[in-house]
């Protein structure tokens, strides 16, 4: 069955730190990642996606995600957390069938604390 | 274009009514999703449409559950007869390639 996990309920971090929201994925294939955020009462923004290429991905508000095939993981990260970078955190995954997008699979999602 | 839009953003109804959510999804995009979040079970795909057909539905709770798309800029979801189990906020988005975007959802209380 088609899978994806964020291991974490919710993440702490200090304002000024490095954060990491971890990601895995189980799809047969070569699938299409993304990662997505929602701040409260808010519909989900677009961060970023792998589709191809350089593992290391970079996206939006200085967010970054490294794709691992062989541990078929795609963890979120950015080097310096703001406080307003709080908010749930959600990665997705896509089975690539024939170049089309096909459903989007959502991780339960991450809560992500960044305190001052 | 502004955006995926959804209709209405905040919905409260009885239990045993019929409750219908609408969707606009941005221009020029071919593929529309419905998707469900509760704190419980997280984001779930209901159903998502190419070109208006209906692909997959295989997320629809129930029969209570119905989805359309008679065109291409106007979606809805239908439930009857609602019950309070179907209190979640229900989300639609459209996609033209590999990027998703979503509306700011429907916020359903059924009492």
């Known amino acids: 069955a088609q899978s994806v996990a964020q291991p974490e309920d919710q993440v702490n971090v200090a304002e000024g730190n490095p954060l990491t929201v971890k990601c895995t994925y189980s799809?047969?294939?070569?699938?299409?990642l993304f990662w997505y955020v929602q701040y409260p009462n808010r519909g989900l923004q677009f961060l970023l996606k792998y589709i191809t290429g350089d593992n290391l991905v970079k996206g939006s508000y200085g967010f970054e995600a490294e794709f691992n095939k062989s541990q078929t993981s795609f963890h979120l990260k950015k080097p310096s957390a703001l406080v307003s970078d709080s908010a749930l955190y959600f990665c997705a995954v896509s089975p690539s069938y024939g170049g089309s997008q096909g459903n989007l699979i959502f991780g339960k999602g991450t809560k992500l604390s960044v305190k001052p | 274009d502004a955006g995926v839009i959804q209709s209405p953003r905040h919905e409260v109804t009885e239990m045993g009514q019929e409750v219908t959510l609408r969707c606009k999804p941005i221009?020029?995009?071919?593929?529309l999703f419905w998707y469900r979040q509760t704190m419980m079970r997280g984001l779930e795909l209901l159903i998502y449409?190419?070109?208006?057909?209906?692909?997959?539905d295989s997320g629809m709770p129930e029969d209570r559950f119905s989805a359309k798309m008679p065109n291409a800029s106007f979606s809805t979801l239908k439930i009857q007869p609602s019950e309070p189990r179907d209190s979640a906020v229900y989300f639609c988005?459209?996609?033209?390639?590999?990027?998703?975007?979503f509306g700011q959802g429907t916020r359903l209380t059924v009492v």
């Open positions: 449409f190419n070109n208006n057909v209906p692909i997959d």
């Open positions: 988005a459209s996609s033209l390639s590999s990027q998703a975007f």
């Open positions: 221009s020029g995009h071919d593929y």
């Open positions: 799809v047969s294939g070569n699938p299409y």
